[in-house]
């Protein structure tokens, strides 16, 4: 375990020094943050670029730049925004809580539908639930998340005033935007948890388990769900990167105030710190998920031991 | 063991649904005005006093005057800010927080400032907060500031007594008053602004407008309270909720469920599900911004004047605004609207003429199916729709367009400046000092960021002529001239200025549509 630890945190930093890399110098290639400042209604004269680019240190050789960059995230600085000097760090920490809420919202939402859906999918074959749940995934999948979300906000909110149409407020605003987001994600998931099923179900120790006559839900729940729940995972884990990028469209559909739309406006202010700060955060945070999934492999399957087997 | 395990998952799984409903009430900020706007909108009774606005965006997470040039900023500040000079809802000068001025010279600019009033937390305004204000803008805070350069003509602000101070200009600058309306010059309080510092006031400004900030969650919404104190008397709302909603979607629909009472720039293909609404109307005004077709005429064959001509007398612009815009706009015939000094309202734009068209390109000796470029702003659904149009009308007259989507900070910041733009391209232009002089010259004269390839000796000899006179009916002058020659020339193709859209509920009396969006709310009340 403790290898497989350190050999997992070795090849995060290989893979974030890598990001560094790619972002720093590709957001360098498309457009100069100092015109950016004047958004249209300005007008900048050369002098005054030049005057703003040298306040910002944009003036300076970019490996030193560079430098700098590396130097202060290694010492726990993500910087300063150009637009208002706030830390990088206390803009994302005010907003995280927003996109937390909404992914975990979305994520609770789809395994509340898919589990119930690809499990009564799979035990029930070929009936009629089976054939619901089969059209509710493939309906899941050909949504575009945004189109759902309009959708829900002119019957919901505009037509049947139920739920409120955007904001972040309270719990019953998160129910449209954790639905928009947690039913597409249903469709994909209950999909794959109906297949996991059925391949599981067909296993010897189920006909086994089923001739000692053990109790039909415990062999569903206990037997077969278990083993169905490794590629689930493994998936939801692999997911969490679009789910952050679904999240980032239905942060704009509801005026949701989270890290999708601070970057996405960092991108456009050609706010270099806020845009490097970011997108490092979040890879280091989709690695973090990725191991904690590895990590759970072993609890929920003993037969999978973690750094060994593999050379 | 196993038993374990599987409580073990569901302990994650209730772990997750508690994240996802306390993560969402632990940023609880109570979006004031929201809630109690939907439940009066429903029919309460009681009059409300609490207005709710939806704008697109945040300003950008700051307050501070110096810091900005957004328009959702002006939309806001300007009930938070006074400047020296101030612009009515018709946009004429009128003085602010400055009673008179008058030139001692052409470079010496004196002001009479107005008594008795106060900044939001009572600190006295006086000519010792105007000095704090310029010398703020022009020393090291104003090092990053986008604002400083439009006050760079100004050497140094002097107090004579409490009330009067005096500019001392490095050199003749015509278009000064009418920046001391604008953005960067709005006056702030030196004592409060030191006691906080530069951070605290960027998210909690005061100024000596008729509202001040009480409550401001970035990206989600800001809170103003009436100023009772206010010199221009008490405003008629007690409290104003900015929303910051960038889907207009989400905007309208917003305003349909009661949530909010007036929503900010409604595209106009979605105008009339608000005026089908029997709750709500729409407002619009003439905008200062205008949209164009800029030529880069380093490019064969648009070095050629008759090929530019060519393609204005192609475009048929009118049919343009009435069918793409809804009507929502109004022809030019220059780089500037109707409601900017400079603007010759007997300057008439190009008729759409096909004939004339492809006889000047014959006589230019364009080859039928000669190829042009247009980029265009990617995130500009409107426009897309519009380049088509224009793509049309040019193959008519025999000119092949390929239309480019191009992201806008890289065309506007990159491809523009380095002449990479294409043959042609996009170019909306918002004159916010309501004066042809800035963008006159940031446009044509020679060698300026946005204007990488056109150079007229002619046109860059009435530019400094233009800058160099504070007498305004000589400058008038210069610019009929100037737009004449443009005119003639043709530099680009005006195609038309903009009107600001706003879906408002038939509720809220006193909103006079503004034309530059920065709203004036202080007479605002429901009925």
């Keep these: 375990m403790m290898k497989f630890l350190v050999r997992r945190l070795v090849h995060t930093l290989i893979v974030l020094f890598g990001i560094s890399l790619i972002v720093f110098f590709c957001i360098r290639l498309t457009g100069d943050p100092a015109a950016a400042m004047f958004q249209g209604t300005g007008q900048p004269t050369k002098e005054a670029l030049d005057q703003i680019r040298h306040a910002l240190g944009l003036d300076k050789p970019l490996w030193e730049q560079y430098a700098t960059f590396i130097g202060n995230m290694l010492s726990g600085n993500m910087g300063h925004s150009f637009r208002n000097n706030e830390p990088v760090f206390s803009l994302i920490a005010e907003r995280m809580g927003a996109t937390v809420s909404l992914a975990a919202g979305g994520v609770a939402v789809a395994l509340l539908i898919a589990f119930p859906v ?9 009936g009629l639930m089976d054939m619901f749940g089969r059209i509710f995934s493939l309906a899941g999948i050909s949504f575009p998340n945004f189109w759902l979300a309009i959708m829900f906000i002119l019957v919901f909110a505009v037509h049947l005033h139920w739920l409120p149409a955007s904001g972040y407020n309270g719990p019953k ?54 083993n169905a729940l490794i590629p689930t995972i493994t998936f939801l884990g692999l997911q969490l990167g679009a789910l952050l990028g679904g999240v980032v469209i239905l942060e704009q559909v509801f005026s949701w105030p989270g890290v999708g739309r601070l970057v996405l406006d960092a991108i456009n202010d050609r706010d270099y710190p806020v845009v490097q700060g970011s997108v490092m955060f979040l ?26 087997g593999r050379t | 063991m196993k038993k374990k395990k599987t409580k073990l998952f569901s302990a994650a799984l209730a772990v997750l649904l508690a994240a996802a409903v306390t993560g969402c009430s632990g940023g609880n900020e109570p979006a004031a005005g929201a809630g109690s706007g939907a439940a009066s909108g429903s029919g309460s009774g009681a009059k409300k006093d609490e207005l709710v606005v939806a704008i697109p965006s945040d300003p950008g997470g700051t307050w501070d005057p110096i810091d900005t040039f957004t328009v ?25 927080l400055a009673e008179s001025w008058t030139y001692k010279d052409p470079k010496t600019l004196e002001f009479k400032l107005r008594q008795g009033v106060t900044f939001q937390d009572g600190e006295p305004f006086n000519a010792e907060a105007v000095k704090f204000t310029f010398d703020r803008l022009l020393g090291p805070d104003g090092e990053k500031s986008p604002q400083r350069s439009n006050y760079d003509s100004i050497d140094k602000v002097e107090v004579v007594d409490d009330h009067t101070v005096v500019f001392k200009l490095k050199a003749v600058d015509p278009v000064l008053i009418t920046k001391l309306a604008g953005y960067g010059a709005m006056i702030v309080p030196p004592k409060y602004y030191k006691e906080v510092g530069d951070e605290q006031f960027n998210v909690k400004p005061i100024g000596t407008g008729p509202f001040k900030v009480t409550d401001y969650v970035k990206d989600d919404h800001v809170t103003l309270e009436a100023y009772p104190e206010y010199w221009g008397g008490a405003p008629k709302l007690k409290k104003i909720t900015y929303r910051y909603i960038p889907e207009a979607t989400t905007r309208i629909a917003e305003l349909q469920t009661g949530a909010v009472d007036i929503a900010s720039s409604i595209p106009p293909s979605q105008a009339s599900t608000i005026e089908s609404d029997p709750n709500l109307t729409i407002q ?18 648009l070095d050629n004047v008759k090929v530019r001509q060519a393609i204005n007398y192609a475009i048929n ?31 008439k734009p190009y008729p759409f003429d096909v004939d004339k068209a492809k006889q000047l390109l014959q006589e230019a000796g364009v080859q039928p199916g000669t190829k042009l470029t ?8 409107v426009f897309k729709e519009v380049a088509q149009a224009v793509a049309t009308y040019l193959s008519d007259v025999g000119l092949t367009v390929e239309i480019k989507p191009q992201d806008t900070q890289t065309m506007y910041n990159d491809l523009i400046p380095k002449a990479a733009a294409g043959s042609m391209y996009q170019f909306g232009w918002g004159g916010w000092t309501l004066d042809f002089d800035n963008t006159a010259y940031l446009l044509y004269k020679k060698g300026q960021f946005w204007n990488p390839s056109y150079s007229n000796p002619e046109v860059d000899k009435l530019l400094d002529a233009e800058r160099s006179s504070v007498v305004q009916d000589d400058r008038k002058k210069i610019f009929f001239q100037l737009t004449q020659l443009l005119k003639d020339e043709a530099v680009d193709v005006p195609l038309y200025q903009t009107m600001t859209v706003w879906g408002v509920n038939k509720k809220v009396a006193g909103f006079v549509t503004p034309p ?12």
């Design chain 2, 374 to 381: 247009f980029s265009i702003d990617g995130s500009d659904a």
């Design chain 1, 118 to 126: 690809g499990i009564l999918s799979a035990v029930k074959r070929g």
């Design chain 2, 284 to 301: 619009k005004a003439g905008s200062p911004t205008v949209s164009l077709i800029r030529f880069d005429v380093s490019q064969k064959p």
């Design chain 2, 516 to 527: 530059d969006e920065r709203l004036r709310l202080k007479d605002v009340s429901f009925q």
């Design chain 1, 283 to 308: 890879s280091f945070l989709l690695m973090l998920v990725n191991l904690l999934v590895d990590i759970s492999y072993g609890f929920i399957d003993p037969r999978i031991k973690l750094g060994r």
């Design chain 1, 173 to 226: 605003y998160l129910i449209l935007p954790s639905l928009s987001l947690g039913l597409i994600l249903a469709g994909v998931l209950a999909r794959l948890i109906r297949s996991s099923m059925l391949d599981v179900l067909h296993q010897h120790y189920i006909r086994t388990a089923k001739a000692k006559g053990v109790a039909e839900w415990a062999i569903i729940i206990r037997h077969a769900l278990r």
């Design chain 2, 317 to 347: 612009k009118q049919e343009i605004i009435d069918t793409i815009l809804n009507g929502f706009a109004k022809p030019i015939s220059s780089l500037q609207g109707d409601i900017s000094f400079g603007n010759n309202p007997d300057l």
């Design chain 2, 72 to 96: 959702p900023w002006a939309t806001v500040a300007s009930n938070i800010f006074d400047g020296l000079v101030e612009r009515g809802e018709d946009l004429k000068l009128e003085p602010g």
